[in-house]
Each structure stands twice: as structure tokens, then as C-alpha cells.
């Protein structure tokens, strides 16, 4: 996959983004291959690289390489110390928070057990870990891009975002980002877990190099993240992808939004719970590792159609490369999954039969806030094409 650039004056913001992006899906670069790759010029990507070393985003302090005429070289390299994101996850159980760098390693993190997080204490949990963090990890704090948060979702829908399992109960009239950002002075930008998820995937997992995909989030609920042409999706009011409340089975399983036969009361954390007899106000993803086997495969037997459903429909709708599937479950349930999903229904992407329609992606609890975490650094950094029409 390239990314190209525009050598018009006016678009020099998006330009700089375009190199940076190069960079990061490389891992190195010299001036030549980021001309080769962006199609900007040699001499705009010279100004920008330089420019770029002089804010101290990019680093040269790679071996110069030696090969072919004229002077060796110098790789161009992300400055990881450059610019840093905090993430954090609050889900019903859990309040996780993440401090990562411009090349996603974790300088800080932070896991509480909660039991159906209220508004106040939840926010000043979040604040006392938010202080303890300042006081104990040694950066410059002045490059701190913002707070990115996830939550389950939907937000704002009347008779869904307020009742059943899978939503925070009492949150509905919080402001998390105006509280934050008044308490921090960071930008904060909350989203879904499966749209943080998506963008996590996109910055450090199988998706650096797609442009077009939808990421299946499995957590308490079922969301998808969607990724088109280079950029998010999240909708009108955030709750793109909310494909949980889909109906794959007319007159099924009874859903808190009351309809019936919704897609996450076969596939999600809560409905495997409740198919391997576990609690689902009590149990974490890791305790379904301990269930019989054979209860589990029972209920994953129960879950493939709808899955196989919801897959067909996301192809047939976004065209996408491939379908990711990750989340909260642990990593081998998930492949046991992946590996159960064959044949796929046919669909329009049924005329590629060499390419993976779908793909594993990162699993485990850390990956929401590790998605929440790469919510400022894709803000300021991935290409805007918008720009180019200003």
C-alpha cells in the first residue's frame, strides 16, 4: 500500500502527515524511498524531512547505508520520545489506563477491578492514576497529544444506552470529555471500543497496511470498527458499526433493546458466558480459558451462522479487504472461532480466492486501551484528504 502526496503549496500539512505515515508502515526510510513512495518531490520531501528533524518527530541516527553512487544514505526513523497518548478502557469490570509513545511501546500501566463503575469515583480513580502517572514517568510532559477513552456503547440511544449488560449504567448525561479535559488540559476524544479497536489495529497490528477493512470487536457486546479508504468511519453520533443489535435470527433470543434474535446475544463475551454457565456481571474474559471444553465448542457451534451472517453483510456493504476479528476474548478461543468459519456465505468479495477474508487480530484485555491510546496520535498524525479540498 502507498500513501501519496500533493506537491501544492497550501496541502503542506497533509504532506508532512504523508511522510510521517510513510515512516511508520516502514520503519525506516530514506529521502529517496519516501520520494519513490509519496510521489512528492525530492526536494519537497527533503524540506519536510528536514523540518520534521528540526521538531524532533523524526530521528537519522540510523548507520548510514552504503550501496550505489554517490554519498551512503541516512534512514529516516520515527523519534519514539517525540510525542506520547494516554489510553483508557472502562468497561464492567475494569478501568485500565495506558501511557504509549509515537511507536506504540507502553511507558505506563494501570489495571483496576471495578464492579459497575459509577460516574464520580470512577472519574477520580482516573484522575489519582492520571497523577501518580505525571509523578512517576519521566517524560516531557509537553508532548503529551491527549487522552484518548473507550467505553461500550451505543451512546445516546434512548431504550439501548441505558439498559442490559453490555452498557454502563448512569453514564448516559456525563460529559467524560469536557471533565477530563477541564481536569488535564489534554484533548480528550471518547469512542466506541470497536472504532478504537479498528484504529489500534490500523497503527500496531495486521492492518497497517490495509486501507479498507472492518474489525469484528468481541467484548461484553459485538461492535465492528470501520475502516474505509484510509479513515475511520464513526457516524453521525459515534455509533457506526453498532452491529451487535443486527437481527440475524427473527424471533430468537429475546435482546434488552427489545427486539429479538440481535447478533451479540450469539456472538459476544456475554453470550458466551451465559452458554458455558458462567455469571456475566461476574466473569472475565480469561475465565472462559477454565470452562469445559465441550460446553464452549456447544456454544461456539451455537454462534458460527450468526458470525458467518454478520461477515457476509459487512462484505457485501463495505467492499472491505479483509474482516479482523479480535477484542476482549482470549487469543486461542478466538482462533477456535476463526478456524470454525468455513465456508464462509459468498459475497462480493468471493471473486478474490486468494486473499484472507478474514483475519485474527489482537485479542486481550489490553487491546481497547491500547486502541484508545492511538485515538490522539491518529488525530495528528494519519493524512486528512480533506485538506486538498479546503
Known amino acids: 500500500m502507498t500513501t501519496s502526496g500533493t506537491n501544492l503549496e497550501h496541502a503542506r500539512a497533509h504532506n508532512r502527515r504523508v511522510v510521517i505515515e510513510a515512516i511508520r508502515l516502514n520503519g525506516e ?4 524511498e519516501l520520494a519513490r513512495l509519496t510521489s512528492l518531490t525530492p526536494q519537497t520531501v527533503s524540506n519536510i524531512a528536514s523540518e520534521l528533524e528540526l521538531a524532533g518527530i523524526l530521528s537519522s541516527h540510523l548507520p548510514r547505508r552504503v550501496g550505489g553512487r554517490g554519498q551512503p544514505a541516512t534512514p529516516l526513523t520515527l523519534n519514539p520520545d517525540s510525542a506520547y497518548s494516554i489510553g483508557i478502557h472502562l468497561d464492567h469490570q475494569s478501568l ?4 504509549v509513545d509515537l511507536t506504540g511501546n507502553v511507558r505506563f500501566r494501570r489495571l483496576l477491578l471495578v464492579q459497575k463503575p459509577q460516574p464520580e469515583p470512577t472519574l477520580q480513580a482516573i484522575l489519582q492514576i492520571l497523577q501518580e502517572m505525571r509523578q512517576d514517568i519521566k517524560i516531557n510532559w509537553h508532548k503529551m497529544l491527549g487522552i484518548g477513552i473507550v467505553m461500550p456503547g ?6 439501548i444506552s441505558s439498559l442490559g449488560p453490555t452498557t454502563l449504567h448512569g453514564w448516559d448525561n456525563i460529559d467524560v470529555e469536557a471533565r477530563l479535559n477541564a481536569a488535564t488540559g489534554w484533548p ?3 469512542e466506541n471500543d470497536a472504532t478504537v479497536a479498528a484504529i489500534g ?4 497490528g495486521v492492518a497497517k497496511q490495509l486501507n479498507s477493512f472492518v474489525y469484528l470487536y468481541i467484548g461484553t457486546g459485538l461492535g465492528a470498527g ?3 479508504d484510509g479513515r475511520i468511519y464513526t457516524g453521525h453520533a459515534h455509533n457506526a458499526g453498532e452491529i451487535g443489535h443486527m437481527v440475524v435470527q ?3 433470543r429475546a435482546c434488552y433493546c427489545g427486539n429479538h434474535g440481535c447478533l451479540e446475544r450469539y456472538l459476544s463475551l456475554q453470550a458466551a458466558y451465559e452458554g458455558c454457565g458462567l455469571d456475566p456481571y461476574a466473569a472475565m474474559p480469561e475465565d472462559l480459558l477454565d470452562v469445559d471444553e465441550a460446553l464452549f465448542d456447544q ?3 451455537s454462534a458460527i451462522q450468526p458470525a458467518c451472517q454478520a461477515i457476509n453483510i459487512m462484505e457485501c456493504v463495505f467492499d472491505a479487504q479483509t474482516v479482523i476479528i479480535g477484542g476482549m476474548m482470549p487469543q486461542p478461543l478466538v482462533e477456535k472461532l476463526i478456524k470454525k468459519l468455513t465456508p464462509l456465505y459468498r459475497s462480493v468479495r468471493s471473486r478474490y480466492p486468494n486473499t484472507m477474508r478474514v483475519r485474527m487480530g489482537m485479542t486481550g484485555i489490553d487491546t481497547p486501551a491500547l486502541g484508545a491510546a492511538a485515538l490522539p496520535i491518529f488525530d495528528e498524525f494519519n493524512p486528512q484528504y480533506e485538506v486538498l479540498l479546503k
Open 29 to 32: 526510510l530514506t529521502r529517496a
Open 96 to 99: 485500565l489506563v495506558v501511557l
Open 154 to 159: 451505543p451512546f445516546g440511544v434512548e431504550g
Open 188 to 190: 480528550v476524544r471518547l
Open 201 to 204: 489495529e490500523r497503527f500496531h
Open 226 to 228: 470501520i475502516f474505509t
Open 250 to 252: 427473527p424471533g430468537g
Open 299 to 301: 456454544w461456539l457451534d
